[in-house]
């Protein structure tokens, strides 16, 4: 038997649960909750978690680890019914989870160490994650990821191709690479292999993988190599998710972000011209500290403008200790606001992608016995049931507001 893992966040920290579940095998009425630092919400949601946990399961050993545990250890400890907190290093060792184990929290900003643990097993899903990269070198005025992750560490290429030959022979058909900052990929390594040159090898190193998915991307980070396997390699999948956070030229200064609106606008240009039909995301950040109405409008206009469909908002969230927390702050009602009006646009932009999906082919990865995803990330209805984990090349049909409905041949 094996502890139960509740999970909040990132497809990292997804990832992360997993390994845990290797290592806490054996641990009957043991919950590990894994948390999240990115926003304030995150951590109430865990905090509201742990202590349903302590009145429905008063006999269970309760461990608290994540991001938010190793920005603030000792807040965690003291809640009620938590034995154990672990730091981001310490939830990776097997040896953390023995029952005789203390709490542990090292320093984050003097890791070195990288997981590289083989997961074969994603509970409950259909696309396995690998983890190629781990931490953050940059300081975005509003982030305190760096100082849950610490800097940015790489896998090493030869574990990634092991890792992920393991995953495909345990019958994943689509492997997403995960980390902090995966753009960043490589510049710790020997030769400073690139994002673009690791996706390459890994392709041709393990041919038999059908899918390869990126997750979120530094816009200001894209390499040559990757350029041209956006373009080219069809096991690459045609979706682009971009770490954009606002469309305004003086809030991205003011977050410390690296691209400018130009440059977000030119590499969405590009990635379409390159791949047309390709699937654009974008993460983004609503009611930055100093955003008036007319630095918002900006951001508002941007995503109308580039037509991104795939978006992910976020109500600004002060961090502790982090610069932005220290600016003149936007009221949270008007915060929330904005988020709906940015969303908004997002599901319109949404409705026009799936639209042009109609009367085209999909190869579509079964989630559940009546839905998969496409290559662009979109829900897919199938017309007849299909079992998960299969890959399925269908004909779009038809699509609503939020999904496509394809025809099972």
């Known amino acids: 038997m094996s502890a139960e893992i509740i999970t909040f966040g990132c497809r990292l920290n997804a990832y992360e649960s997993e390994v845990m579940r290797g290592h806490a095998a054996g641990l009957d009425d043991t919950v590990i909750v894994n948390t999240c630092a990115v926003t304030a919400e995150a951590e109430r949601q865990a905090r509201q978690a742990i202590r349903r946990l302590a009145r429905t399961r008063p006999g269970a050993r309760i461990i608290v680890t994540g991001c938010a545990v190793q920005t603030d250890p000792a807040l965690w400890a003291t809640l009620p019914g938590v034995a154990q907190v672990l730091g981001n290093v310490e939830k990776l060792r097997p040896e953390s989870f023995r029952r005789d184990a203390p709490s542990a929290v090292s320093d984050i900003m003097a890791a070195r160490e990288t997981a590289a643990h083989l997961v074969r097993d994603f509970a409950g899903r259909t696309r396995a994650f690998l983890q190629m990269q781990q931490g953050c070198d940059h300081r975005c005025t509003f982030c305190i990821i760096p100082f849950g992750r610490g800097p940015s560490r790489s896998v090493a290429l030869g574990t990634l191709v092991d890792e992920a030959r393991a995953q495909v022979a345990a019958g994943y058909r689509e492997i997403v690479l995960t980390g902090v900052d995966i753009a960043s990929y490589g510049r710790d390594l020997p030769g400073r292999p690139p994002l673009g040159q690791a996706v390459r090898r890994l392709l041709a190193l393990v041919p038999e993988l059908p899918r390869l998915r990126l997750s979120s991307l530094d816009p200001a980070a894209i390499d040559d190599d990757l350029w041209r396997l956006i373009a080219e390699e069809p096991r690459l999948m045609p979706h682009l998710h971009l ?105 319109t932009a949404l409705s026009v992608f799936l639209a042009t999906k109609t009367g085209t082919e999909a190869r579509v990865l079964v989630e559940t016995e009546g839905e998969g995803m496409s290559e662009h990330f979109a829900r897919v209805r199938l017309s007849r049931p299909a079992p998960p984990g299969t890959l399925l090349t269908t004909r779009i049909t038809g699509a609503g507001s939020d999904h496509l409905r394809a025809e099972v041949p």
Do not use: N, W
């Open 243 to 347: 770490s954009l956070q606002a469309g305004c030229d003086l809030i991205l200064k003011r977050m410390k972000r690296r691209h400018s609106r130009a440059e977000a606008k030119a590499v969405i240009a590009r990635a379409r011209s390159l791949r047309p039909g390709i699937a654009i995301g974008a993460d983004l950040i609503a009611g930055f500290p100093t955003e008036d109405e007319t630095l918002f409008a900006e951001t508002l206009a941007f995503v109308r403008e580039a037509e991104i469909p795939f978006l992910h908002v976020f109500p600004y969230s002060a961090r502790r200790e982090t610069p932005a927390a220290r600016m003149p702050q936007i009221p949270p009602p008007l915060r929330r606001e904005r988020a709906s009006l940015l969303r908004a646009a997002g599901k």
